[in-house]
């Protein structure tokens, strides 16, 4: 069985006590974190986390059966200013260093673009852009070596560094480090304007390129409308083939966390729903 969880801060910004009374009523197995985005008063990084704060974290959760299974540190690992750069992969660092208090190895990120929020720019798709990310990312992963955690990165078409199941397989190849693993949202690699082939077959490829690597599961929704593709809603409400999905991924991926995205406390159970349903009939 895949192990289906929430993303926090979908649940608005609170007291952990509070996000894990909001959240267990949904029944999550686990969650993906981003203290900054998802509870008050967080400490600043890079320089305010702590052994007592991930600790104190980890057992509010932990009392109410949620594991963490992402901690999320979104940042932009080509932000075209140096300096705002380099303060980002120092926050991410701090993330991976205390990374196994809050019981969870893994620290996520998108892989960013040459504009500063991450939007479309052209420079993004040229080699030199993509050898400043492999600079980022081996940084990171150095890091994450030294202290036994996990980089996760996540490709989204169209805007980012990686953009493509063809990127995301010669990232892999070049950094060859076991700390670095992919969260994979298949909703977000489907270009803007559709796919060629069916939706089985781009799965299909895009486990073959790097399914052994694939450590977590982004699960929202799309709908193609005016020939373009709008995937911000939530599971099960839009066009997402989930039986292929399921199918391939429950063959190669038994037990993953599939961590709902764009998903309000009103679409979560519905959406938890879907899935649940989506698995059986796969499994019969």
């Known amino acids: 069985m ?17 996000l894990a009374e909001s959240l267990v009523s949904f029944r999550p197995a686990s969650i993906q974190l981003a203290f900054a985005k998802a ?10 986390l702590s052994h007592g704060y991930a600790n104190y974290i980890r057992s509010v959760f932990e009392k109410q059966n949620i594991r963490i299974a992402v901690l999320g540190c979104y940042i932009n690992p080509v932000h075209p200013d140096a300096d705002i750069r380099n303060r980002m992969l120092l926050s991410f660092e701090e993330h991976l260093r ?8 893994l620290v996520g990120t998108e892989t960013g673009s040459c504009n500063p929020d991450c939007s479309w720019h052209p420079d ?9 990310f492999c600079r980022s990312i081996e940084r990171l992963l150095t890091a994450a070596e030294k202290c036994g955690s996990i980089v996760g990165v ?28 992919v969260i994979y949202d298949p909703v977000n690699l489907i270009p803007e304007t559709g796919l060629a082939e069916s939706q089985e077959a781009f799965f299909s490829k895009a486990f073959s390129a790097f399914g ?9 929704d799309f709908r193609m409308e005016k020939g373009r593709k709008t995937g911000t809603f939530p599971t099960g409400t839009g066009q997402m083939d989930y039986k292929s999905f399921l199918k391939i ?9 599939i961590l709902l995205e764009n998903s309000s406390p009103a679409a979560a159970a519905e959406s938890m729903r879907f899935l649940r349903e989506t698995e059986a009939q796969v499994l019969l």
């Open 154 to 181: 996540e490709a989204v078409a169209g805007q980012h560094t990686i953009s493509s199941v063809e990127l995301m397989e010669k990232l892999i190849e070049k950094m060859a480090s076991p700390a670095l693993k």
């Open 39 to 48: 509870l008050v008063n967080p400490p600043q990084v890079p320089g305010g």
């Open 124 to 132: 993004t798709e040229k080699p030199a852009t993509f050898d400043l």
């Open 249 to 257: 991924l429950l063959q190669q991926k038994p037990g993953i966390d």
């Open 2 to 18: 895949v192990q289906i969880g929430l993303r926090a801060h979908d649940f608005g910004k609170t007291t952990p006590e509070l």
């Open 98 to 105: 205390f990374a196994r208090d809050f019981n969870c190895p």
């Open 212 to 220: 052994k690597h694939i450590t977590a599961i982004h699960s929202k």
